[in-house]
């Protein structure tokens, strides 16, 4: 009975490292624009495409090739959109984002979510990451700059301070009191 019980268990043991093309729990076949140029490195410097998907809960990209086995470990990978070159609907070049939808992006959060809403119904994971990523930026730009300019009236009022410290130095006659040295 032991016999059968350790074969039994080498079998399930033998099967879970074969590879498989079943679905894994959590994720999706990556078509239909959720992820379409994400390549997994492999051996020997070659990618593949990334055939199953999940986005995890920080935006990051779960990707499993297409022949896995349980035990695989997942590519964890950022996404930003990619551009489309190929919309045969448009004609001429790409003009730059109009001020309406800058407005948006940056604007109150009922504004910005409504974009997000409206980029994730596309499907595509790396316009709403390239969308996050662009109101993130935003905000570290004004926090940024908004410590500059505090800064900058700090390095004002420390050569405010010390003109005025030169002026009381100059007042108490100290080239004449240490003119000696």
């Not at 033998?14 to 093309?21: K, S």
Request: hydrophobic share 35%; proline share 6%; charged share 20%.
């Amino acid at each position: 009975m032991e016999q059968k019980e350790f074969l039994e268990a080498c079998l399930v043991n033998y099967l879970a490292q074969l590879p498989c093309e079943l679905q894994p729990e959590g994720y999706l076949l990556n078509r239909d624009g959720c992820t379409p140029y994400l390549m997994i490195p492999g051996a020997n410097g070659y990618y593949q495409l990334a055939y199953w998907v999940k986005q995890l809960p920080d935006g990051h990209v779960a990707a499993l090739p297409k022949e896995h086995s349980p035990n695989s470990e997942p590519f964890i990978s950022e996404v930003f959109t990619s551009p489309n070159y190929l919309d045969e609907d448009e004609d001429g070049p790409c003009l730059g984002m109009g001020n309406w939808l800058l407005e948006l992006l940056k604007g109150p959060a009922a504004n910005y979510s409504e974009v997000v809403c409206k980029a994730k119904k596309e499907g595509d994971w790396g316009l709403t990451m390239e969308i996050n990523c662009f109101h993130e930026l935003k905000h570290t730009h004004n926090d940024l700059r908004h410590h500059s300019n505090l800064l900058y009236s700090q390095i004002v009022g420390v050569r405010e301070a010390q003109q005025m410290s030169q002026w009381r130095l100059e007042q108490a006659w100290l080239e004449r009191r240490v003119g000696h040295l």
